[in-house]
């Protein structure tokens, strides 16, 4: 049963349901919760979740990886934080052994919807 609702959980942060705030400040950054960056694109950098471009990870098709592959993207959108282990509080079996669960370590920066211009 925790095995379960531990998936929930992952899946409810993954998909933005949970635990999510918004990000502000710093020099790439526009608004409040809003960032704008450009950068090569390499298809490579894919994983499950997405592609990590300049420590977001930015949620695009693979038809418009393909197309943006080796070109100099403008990438604009909302950010959203998924909250890592780190943040989450520790828990304990009966015998008062501690509960190790996947994912990762750090909160995780997305741009779920983001605005792409090819530069060049």
Do not use: W
């Not at 049963?1 to 998936?7: E, F, Q």
């Not at 669960?101 to 920066?109: E, L």
């Amino acid at each position: 049963m925790k095995k379960l609702l531990l998936i929930l959980f992952i899946i409810a942060n993954i998909k933005g349901f949970s635990q999510i705030s918004a990000v502000s400040g710093g020099s790439d950054q526009g608004s409040d919760d809003k960032v704008s960056f450009t950068v090569k694109f390499d298809k490579s950098l894919q994983t499950k979740d997405g592609y990590y471009l300049n420590g977001y990870v930015v949620q695009i098709s693979d038809k418009q990886a393909d197309k943006f592959h080796c070109k100099t993207i403008k990438i604009s959108g909302k950010v959203t934080v998924v909250k890592g282990l780190d943040s989450q509080p520790k828990e304990y079996d009966d015998q008062g052994n501690e509960i190790f669960s996947q994912g990762r370590q750090g909160d995780t920066n997305f741009i779920l919807s983001p605005k792409i211009k090819i530069v060049k």
